[in-house]
T-cell receptor
Framework: KAGVTQTPRYLIKTRGQQVTLSCSPI?????VSWYQQTPGQGLQFLFE???????NKGNFPGRFSGRQFSNSRSEMNVSTLELGDSALYLC??????????????FGPGTRLTVL | AQKITQTQPGMFVQEKEAVTLDCTYD???????LFWYKQPSSGEMIFLIY??????QNATEGRYSLNFQKARKSANLVISASQLGDSAMYFC??????????FGAGTTVTVRA
């Protein structure tokens, strides 16, 4: 069974540009969550999607957005990039939210560098 | 307030010995879940072990065991018989009612031969 895949793995952008990251969950998983990992702030929750609907959102500015498609694949977009957006962006998938035990399987991440 | 506290930024352990990674949490929820993940230098988060708030037995998964002390709000990870491949960053995380995962700052474990 294929794991969570994220593309691209590495990305270099300049300030002011926008970027779109993609995440394909494990087959059968319908919930996708996104996290940002930086040395200073650690791992922070961005948002979670289930059945094409955003169920939860972390404390990030509106420049961060996402969506989920009918096949459960998800994309996140960051507009007007800032230097501080440089981070490892991790995607995690699970069967569905709302269960007491709901293991999230993480992808390898996309490392974004903003110059 | 921090929901997950990991007080050990880094630890060294001799191969084949056991190591305990500390984790304390803060929640007012009655139902919650506690997770430990391993993150090698490659960046991928690898699930290790889960403990539900209502589970009476401590969780075990192979060489990993979770020492769950609910009254003290602690969920320490014990890695037995350490191997060189255990060298990585370890994160404690908690899921509360809103299903978001809150992570601690992590502990770097270095296993020495």
């Amino acid at each position: 069974k294929a794991g969570v895949t994220q593309t691209p793995r590495y990305l270099i952008k300049t300030r002011g540009q926008q970027v779109t990251l993609s995440c394909s969950p494990i087959s059968g998983h319908r919930s996708v969550s996104w996290y940002q990992q930086t040395p200073g702030q650690g791992l922070q929750f961005l948002f979670e999607y289930f059945s094409e609907t955003q169920r939860n959102k972390g404390n990030f500015p509106g420049r961060f957005s996402g969506r989920q498609f009918s096949n459960s694949r998800s994309e996140m977009n960051v507009s007007t990039l800032e230097l501080g957006d440089s981070a490892l962006y991790l995607c995690a998938s699970s069967f569905a939210p709302g269960e007491e035990y709901n293991e999230q399987f993480f992808g390898p991440g996309t490392r974004l560098t903003v110059l | 307030a921090q929901k997950i506290t990991q007080t050990q930024p880094g630890m060294f352990v001799q191969e084949k010995e056991a190591v305990t990674l500390d984790c304390t949490y803060d929640t007012s929820d009655q139902s919650y879940g506690l997770f430990w993940y391993k993150q090698p230098s490659s960046g991928e988060m690898i699930f290790l072990i889960y403990q539900g708030s209502y589970d009476e037995q401590n969780a075990t998964e192979g060489r990993y065991s979770l020492n769950f002390q609910k009254a003290r709000k602690s969920a320490n990870l014990v890695i037995s018989a350490s191997q060189l491949g255990d060298s990585a960053m370890y994160f404690c995380a908690m899921r509360e009612f809103d299903y978001k995962l809150s992570f601690g700052a992590g502990t770097t474990v270095t296993v020495r031969a």
